[in-house]
């Protein structure tokens, strides 16, 4: 392959998602929100699994882990993408570049792999509930988790020693908000044929292998769902996959649109908006999705609110009208007064 010179590439010009001045303000506060999102909902999920016993399982590990990976992409973009915003000079050096889409491709393809993970610990728990403890281990898991990292840096090294041994001779202006492969291939004055097989190539085959996995995984699931006689039981069971299969949905199909589609169909300005939905958007999703229907994270957070509260001199818990009585839902200190009549009852030491 033809080593590029790269004395006339010392640092590239990022264009953005838009050279509209007018535009740069609002699109700052916008991402500026998205990114504290991000940081509140995965930084407080991880925090959550760490504190509550209850959710000391493997879902929720790969969760953690999960929600580790969308943080630390989102990291790895949102802060230099929001500085463009406001700078005149949009630049990030040459090893500035390596660096972000190097750590990039390693947290995006390990977090693809933990998706089939999961779903491989779904289909144990509903397929196999008897041979769950045993099968899902502590070792197992990290293992597992240790194993997508590995591919992630793999992929990660190859795809970055290959893409900057390319020439950028012609021109350093990246259209792009970030260092990605595509805008880098078109930029590149060398011949990018054998990258672009390289890149299809193990792109392709995380996402595919990863996509049968989950896809194989579900059609037991269903299948043994479907043989519930419990209209209960196939409800719960149904609703422990539901935020897992949600979320998968939301990666696949843009990985898929992104980097399953031959060279000729790309257009830099339909991948920017696919780009900030897949490494920015789905982050801030993903604690959303796995919170907001699951009453397991509900109890916890409930748990530790409750918790923090008592701490602080005042508890809180929830209670229920019934029979002309308020019935108490979930326990609270016997030396607690309650001093509201709302659903909601806070009550003071």
């Not at 033809?2 to 050279?19: P, Y």
Request: charged content about 15%; overall charge neutral.
């Amino acid at each position: 392959m033809e080593r590029g010179n790269h004395s006339e590439a010392t640092e590239f010009i990022l264009s953005g998602l838009t050279d509209c001045p007018e535009l740069q303000i609002p699109l700052f506060v916008v991402f500026l929100l998205i990114y504290s999102i991000t940081l509140v909902g995965n930084g407080g999920m991880i925090l959550l699994i760490m504190i509550d016993p209850q959710l000391h399982t493997p879902m929720y590990f790969f969760l953690r882990i999960l929600s580790f990976c969308d943080l630390c992409v989102s990291s790895i973009l949102s802060p230099k993408m929001l500085f463009n915003f406001l700078a005149e000079r949009k630049s990030i050096s040459y090893t500035g570049c390596a660096v972000q889409m190097s750590l990039c491709i390693a947290f995006a393809d390990a977090e693809c792999l933990l998706l089939s993970v999961m779903a491989y610990d779904r289909y144990v728990a509903i397929c196999k509930p008897l041979l769950y403890t045993v099968t899902m281990s502590r070792k197992l898991c990290k293992q597992l988790v240790a194993g997508a990292f590995a591919v992630g840096m793999v992929d990660s090294i190859i795809c970055t020693c290959f893409t900057f041994q390319l020439s950028f001779c012609n021109s350093n202006i990246i259209n792009h908000f970030f260092c990605d492969i595509p805008p880098l291939l078109e930029l590149s004055s060398s011949d990018t044929c054998s990258n672009e097989i390289l890149l299809f190539a193990f792109m392709g085959c995380i996402t595919v292998i990863s996509f049968v996995t989950v896809l194989l995984s579900y059609v037991y699931i269903i299948s043994t769902i479907l043989q519930i006689r419990s209209a209960e039981g196939r409800h719960k069971a149904f609703s422990t996959c539901s935020f897992h299969f949600t979320a998968v949905s939301l990666l696949y199909g843009t990985q898929f649109f992104m980097y399953l589609r031959p060279t000729s169909s790309y257009s830099m300005d339909t991948d920017k908006v696919a780009s900030v939905f897949y490494t920015l958007v789905i982050p801030m999703l993903n604690p959303l999705i796995y919170s907001l229907g699951n009453t397991e994270v509900k109890d916890a957070l409930r748990r530790a609110m409750n918790k923090l509260l008592t701490n602080s001199g005042i508890c809180l818990t929830k209670y229920w009208f019934s029979d002309g009585e308020w019935e108490q839902v979930n326990s609270i200190p016997s030396h607690c007064n309650v001093i509201s009549h709302s659903p909601w009852k806070y009550c003071s030491l």
